[in-house]
């Protein structure tokens, strides 16, 4: 049970090039989401999803994802700015409450993405 | 729109003494929950303590129990016994009760906690 698995690990992109950060989890949760985490800024929701099929966005520029199938919630940067330089952070629960002690929110380990 | 702060960047604290970690928000929410996570290097997000607004006792989870002023809109986490696996950054998180497609978790800027043997 690998958990929530994002790939990749760190990635170098020019301005203006897009790229899809990867995330999978194999724990059949219904909810995930996308954060991302800055220094001295915590965690901001990007983008969630409570189930397969369904999406919805918290911040509206430079995001794109999709949810084809319960397993994967990729994030897509169209045309990446130095801006969104940061570490993102993909997590999944259970159900839409995840807040509870029998159905926490499983983060995965982050990708740490660099804007040049 | 609501706003969780953790004003405190680091702690520190010796092993088996006690620590407490402040957090205050802003809501015009009545009824919402209130969160400290636990983020160790690996980034994985533990759920350490939740409490309901509704609910006038604080909770309490082993060696973790918070403060919660909701007239102060203040909800602090005390650390009893610390010992050198609680090192890790905390988040303070917020979400208002009502049920929905956006039931979302706010989060504080975070508190690195760190033990000393």
């Known amino acids: 049970n690998a958990g929530v698995t994002q790939t990749p690990k760190f990635h170098i992109l020019k301005t203006g090039q897009s790229m899809t950060l990867q995330c999978a989890q194999d724990?059949?949760?219904?909810?995930m989401s996308w954060y991302r985490q800055d220094p001295g800024m915590g965690l901001r929701l990007i983008y969630y999803?409570?189930?397969?099929?369904?999406t919805d966005k918290e911040v509206p520029n430079g995001y794109n994802v999709s949810r084809l199938n319960t397993e994967d919630f990729p994030l897509r940067l169209v045309s990446a700015a130095p801006s969104q330089t940061s570490v993102y952070l993909c997590?999944?629960?259970?159900?839409?409450?995840?807040?509870?002690?029998?159905?926490?929110?499983?983060f995965g380990n982050g990708t740490r993405l660099t804007v040049t | 729109a609501q706003t969780v702060t953790q004003s405190q960047p680091e702690m520190s604290v010796q092993e088996a003494e006690t620590v407490t970690l402040s957090c205050t928000y802003d809501?015009?929410?009545?009824?919402?929950?209130l969160f400290w996570y636990k983020q160790p290097p690996s980034r994985q997000m533990i759920l350490v303590i939740r409490?309901?607004?509704?609910?006038?006792q604080n909770a309490t989870e082993n060696r973790f129990s918070v403060n919660f002023q909701k007239a102060a809109k203040s909800f602090s986490l005390k650390i009893s016994d610390s010992q050198l696996g609680d090192a890790a950054m905390y988040f303070c998180?917020?979400?208002?009760?009502?049920?929905?497609?956006?039931?979302?978790?706010?989060f504080g800027k975070g508190i690195t906690l760190s033990v000393r043997p």
């Open positions: 997590a999944s629960s259970k159900t839409r409450l995840p807040w509870t002690y029998n159905s926490p929110l499983h």
């Open positions: 999803s409570a189930a397969a099929g369904t």
């Open positions: 409490q309901e607004a509704y609910k006038q």
């Open positions: 809501t015009s929410e009545s009824d919402y929950y």
């Open positions: 724990m059949n949760h219904g909810y």
């Open positions: 998180a917020y979400r208002r009760a009502r049920t929905g497609a956006n039931s979302k978790l706010t």
